[in-house]
């Protein structure tokens, strides 16, 4: 898999939304479904157990990818699971 670079942005979005760089990487590298977004992006989704809430949330990543290497545009965090999984 090809590196994931940060931006400025995602990771200001990390540390105000308290979600760890592990959590991000894995959502991409283990993602439960992959939406369009606008083009060039790409949306990885998964569920995650948020520790500073302690509930099920639904992480939500935005990134575009180039030859080299896939760029976190920004992420957050929901707890709409339904409106995302269609659940």
């Known amino acids: 898999m090809k590196p994931i670079r940060f931006s400025t942005h995602a ?3 990390m540390a105000s939304r308290e979600i760890g760089q592990a959590e991000v990487e894995r959502a991409i590298r283990e993602p439960q479904s992959v939406a369009r ?3 060039p992006r790409k949306i990885f989704v998964r569920r995650y157990f948020d520790g500073v809430l302690r ?3 639904l992480l939500r990543v935005v990134v575009e990818e180039t ?3 896939l760029g976190v545009v920004t992420l957050y965090k929901t707890s709409k699971l339904g409106k995302y999984l269609g659940e």
Do not use: C, L, Q
Request: charged fraction near 60%; aromatic fraction near 0%; charge should be positive.
């Open 55 to 57: 509930a099920e949330m």
């Open 37 to 39: 977004g606008n083009p």
């Open 11 to 13: 990771r200001k979005k």
């Open 67 to 69: 030859e080299r290497e």
